[in-house]
Nanobody, 114 residues
Framework: QVQLVELGGGSVRPGGSLKLSCVGA????????MSWYRQPSGKQRELVAT???????NYADSVKGRFTISIDYGNDAIKLQMDRLKPDDTAVYYC????????WGQGTQVTVSS
């Protein structure tokens, strides 16, 4: 049974870093696409980064060069390393994995504020 859980959210000052993890998927080979989304308060959910087993990685323009998505096969997890964080990065961050079905986590709050 797939129950995605996001870990690692919190509060950080502008310019700081956070690393998010998404666990609970079991074997990642059930999925062909693994992604992170975010939803700022009062706004629509948006795609942040996506990856697959072929090593491809795609990022939203707003996070290119600052965020890195990766797959941790040893722990059946996907990660999102977030560096040089800005106040505009404040949002609830969700992981999502798609194969024959699409699964979502419950989200984790990331707040960037001085």
């Amino acid at each position: 049974q797939v129950q995605l859980v996001e870990l690692g959210g919190g509060s950080v000052r502008p310019g700081g870093s956070l690393k998010l993890s998404c666990v609970g998927a079991g074997s990642l080979f059930k999925f062909n696409s693994m992604s992170w989304y975010r939803q700022p308060s009062g706004k629509q959910r948006e795609l942040v980064a996506t990856t697959g087993h072929n090593g491809r990685r795609n990022y939203a323009d707003s996070v290119k060069g600052r965020f890195t998505i990766s797959i941790d096969y040893g722990n059946d997890a996907i990660k999102l390393q977030m560096d040089r964080l800005k106040p505009d990065d404040t949002a609830v961050y969700y992981c999502s994995m798609s194969g024959s079905e699409t699964f979502w986590g419950q989200g984790t709050q990331v707040t960037v504020s001085s």
